[in-house]
């Protein structure tokens, strides 16, 4: 009986030991933010993109492509990353939590085709057209080449004009997307986040109007002067900050309206009062493709 006994409590302190193991286990799971998992149950992370943007970006938003390349190996876990991440648990996440993995995806892919490509060499007939140096001078770099993201096999162009500016309407991704050129917005050495997206974004409106390659006004002239990003996309600007009644600016369409409507809330008073009152003419200028290198 006492052998009987003693086999018995051996059990139960296993048991026992077992049962404390799993709920301890089950505790450490709980308390971590329901996030993004990778397959293998490792949670998401921008840890190493951070890390990464905040190494080789400067403070004017300026890309050392060739210390990338040298340096490669975290882009490339971190674009590993991506593809492996399962789309069920994407679609858990917020609204903005989305949005910011797509900005991200898509600055880190251009970096990837970039530095791929590194140094950048122009072609015969294109180096007519773009600097030597430009992104454009990449065969198929936004129509040709795919990379897996999710699961799917993706083009830069679908990612841009499919899935971010079709299922976001947030006008504000033109200021937040760089196409590796100094007509661009800046690049940020921090990724994009959801639950700090919205003052990011604010921040990249704010840098990207105060550049005047991107945005000014000529008073002497009575000219403003826009990005041509605002050309390409100010449809994208309509539903969000069409303003009442328009702006007194003769032969401008809706979608300018709207732009100049935006641009006047990130300006001092008088100079949205003059956007929204003055007779002036628009003009658009010309985009810069050459890398956005330091």
């Known amino acids: ?58 403070e004017k938003g300026m890309m050392n492509y060739a210390a990338l390349q040298q340096n490669r190996n975290p882009l490339d876990r971190f674009l590993h990353q991506l593809g492996e991440v399962p789309y069920d648990i994407y679609e858990t996440w917020s609204s903005a939590e989305q949005l910011a993995f797509w900005i991200n995806t898509y600055n880190a892919l251009t970096l990837q085709v970039t530095v791929d ?57 033109h200021m937040a997307l760089v196409c590796a050129a100094m007509g661009c917005p800046p690049l940020r050495s921090e990724p994009y986040r959801g639950v700090i997206l919205d003052s990011q974004l604010t921040d990249q409106t704010r840098s990207f109007l105060a550049d005047p390659s991107k945005f000014r006004i000529d008073h002497a002239s009575n000219t403003v002067y826009l990005s041509s990003i605002f ?21 401008t369409s809706p979608a300018e309206h709207a732009v100049l409507n935006f641009i006047s809330s990130y300006l001092s008073p008088s100079e949205a009062d003059y956007l929204k009152r003055g007779r002036y003419k628009i003009a658009y200028l010309p985009y810069d493709w050459s890398l956005n290198e330091q």
Not at 121 to 127: E, N, P, T, V, W
Not at 153 to 164: A, M, P, Q, R
């Open 1 to 58: 009986m006492k052998v009987f006994s003693l086999i018995a409590m051996v059990v139960v302190s296993l048991l026992g030991l077992g049962i404390y193991s799993s709920c301890t286990q089950n505790a450490g799971t709980a308390s971590r933010p329901a996030e993004t998992r990778s397959p293998s149950g490792g949670e998401f992370s921008y840890d190493t993109y951070g890390k990464l943007l905040s190494r080789f970006v400067n």
């Open 117 to 173: 490509h590194y140094p950048i060499k122009g072609g015969f007939l294109k180096s007519f057209l773009y600097p030597a140096n430009s992104i454009r001078q990449i065969p198929g770099v936004w129509d040709r080449l795919r990379f897996i993201v999710l699961g799917r096999s993706l083009t830069l162009d679908e990612i841009e004009h499919e899935i971010i500016r079709q299922e976001f309407k947030e006008p504000r991704i």
């Open 231 to 251: 050309d390409w996309y100010g449809q994208d600007f309509v539903d969000k900050f069409a303003p009442e009644g328009g702006f007194d600016v003769k032969g």
